[in-house]
T-cell receptor, first 110, second 115 residues
């Protein structure tokens, strides 16, 4: 079973920041938080991951709370191409698999 | 583009038949994982291969089997197909065992329909 909880759907206006929350209250100390997204009929795409510090790359920012029980993925300037299902996943080092939940279906509106 | 290619992209089979799906991993990646994604669900882990050996398996029956070749490409075989096997089958490659601490690179998937 997935160790994360995400809202099933969210909407965001094009050009605005999209903030996707994720709860992972049972995360262990050595588990990383990963974010993937899946655009319709394509394979999942890696976005970002982090352990406890905030992370930023060319796609997004990841904000992890100090107690690590929740995190937020931020897409700073959402475009229509960001419409996808976003998955938040916790994963231990050396874990063989990603455990996907239902994810959040993000719709970017013009 | 992730460099992970899967074939075929779509196929239709009937119950009881057998199917083989193929995956070429990204250059330099020695670990391949297979996932099944039913419509409206998140991907579910089937198994992983590392250096030609199965290195972990999800909750799938033995009629789901796989191979990894010396060039790290991989096959997923499903025997005695059932209607519930209809799904998108995803292959993911990574460098090193489990790709820690980096990411998996997924292919576009093979969509199997069982009639």
């Amino acid at each position: 079973d997935a160790k994360t909880t995400q809202p099933p759907s969210m909407d965001c206006a094009e050009g605005r920041a999209a903030n996707l929350p994720c709860n992972h209250s049972t995360i262990s100390g050595n588990e990383y938080v990963y974010w993937y997204r899946q655009i319709h009929s394509q394979g999942p795409q890696y976005i970002i991951h982090g352990l406890k510090n905030n992370e930023t790359n060319e796609m997004a920012s990841l904000i992890i709370t100090e107690d690590r029980k929740s995190s937020t993925l931020i897409l700073p300037h959402a475009t229509l191409r960001d419409t996808a299902v976003y998955y938040c996943i916790v994963r231990a080092p050396g874990a063989q698999k990603l455990v996907f939940g239902q994810g959040t279906r993000l719709t970017i509106n013009p | 583009e992730t460099g992970v290619t899967q074939s075929p992209t779509h196929l239709i089979k009937t119950r009881g038949q057998q199917v083989t799906l193929r995956c070429s991993s990204q250059s330099g990646h020695n670990t391949v994982s297979w996932y099944q994604q039913a419509l409206g669900q998140g991907p579910q882990f089937i198994f992983q291969y590392y250096r030609e050996e199965e290195n972990g398996r999800g909750n799938f029956p033995p009629r789901f089997s796989g191979l990894q070749f010396p060039n790290y490409s991989s096959e997923l075989n499903v025997n005695a197909l059932e209607l519930d096997d209809s799904a998108l089958y995803l292959c993911a490659s990574s460098a090193g065992l489990a790709g820690y601490p980096g990411e998996l690179f997924f292919g576009e998937g093979s969509r199997l329909t069982v009639l």
